[in-house]
């Protein structure tokens, strides 16, 4: 099975920061990649499809590079509702679909 | 737009089956396009796909290889909804349970179910 990595696992940030945060899959998958963002008491919200295809709403301060291994989500300018968990999602080889561990993004 | 509607116990004993159900509005779950999912939430497993089931021209079903051999998805046309049925719980399995719809991405998530397996 494909396995997913994130990094950092924390990040620590201010209001207007640019922030990336990496994920790697354990082997090539193309650009079968989601990232989701997760606030407190609520469900994940997809943000990104297929690596960098911005969901309808989403605003364009984020945004997702990367093929392969290798997978960056990018937020330019920072806002105070952005603070949150992102997760990775790989669909390349389903089932079974496959998280990254999260990364909580800390003001 | 489509919402999923979440019901079932927040508790559930040891060696018990975990039963959640996932009502649908605004798509059919015999849809010919969509995978209907559980996926659980807990601090030690992080987010875990569960299983999923949909129809396409038959109904097929999928289950992660950590549950597989306890868990049954099954769609209920009827009532437009679709359950999760897990076997033999242990408090391993106290999670945070969503039902999702999606075949590569989750774009549309129930509100979640926090179960708890205790005594």
């Known amino acids: 099975d494909i396995q997913m990595t994130q990094s950092p696992s924390s990040l620590s940030a201010s209001v207007g920061d640019r922030v990336t945060i990496t994920c790697r899959a354990s082997?090539?998958?193309?650009?079968?990649l989601n990232w989701y963002q997760q606030k407190p008491g609520k469900a994940p919200n997809l943000l990104i499809y297929?690596?960098?295809s911005l969901q309808s709403g989403v605003p364009s301060r984020f945004s997702g590079s990367g093929s392969g291994t290798d997978f960056t989500l990018t937020i330019t300018s920072l806002q105070p509702e952005d603070f949150a968990t992102y997760y990775c999602?790989?669909?390349?080889?389903?089932?079974?679909?496959?998280f990254g561990q999260g990364t909580k993004l800390e003001i | 737009q489509v919402q999923l509607q979440q019901s079932g116990p927040g508790l559930v004993k040891p060696s018990q089956t975990l039963s959640l159900t996932c009502a649908i509005s605004?798509?059919?779950?015999?849809?010919?396009?969509?995978?209907w999912n559980w996926i659980r939430q807990s601090p030690s497993r992080g987010l875990e796909w569960l299983g999923r089931?949909?129809?396409?021209?038959?109904?097929?079903?999928d289950y992660a290889v950590s549950v597989e051999g306890r868990i049954t998805i099954n769609p209920d046309t009827s009532k437009n909804q679709f359950s999760l049925h897990l076997d033999s719980v242990t408090p391993e399995d106290t999670a945070l349970y969503y039902c999702?719809?999606?075949?590569?991405?989750?774009?549309?998530w129930g509100h979640g179910t926090m179960v708890t397996v205790s005594s």
């Open positions: 999702a719809e999606g075949r590569d991405a989750f774009d549309i």
């Open positions: 605004g798509d059919s779950v015999s849809s010919s396009t969509a995978a």
């Open positions: 089931t949909y129809y396409r021209s038959n109904w097929y079903h």
């Open positions: 082997q090539n998958i193309n650009t079968y």
């Open positions: 297929a690596a960098s």
């Open positions: 999602q790989q669909f390349y080889s389903t089932p079974p679909v496959a």
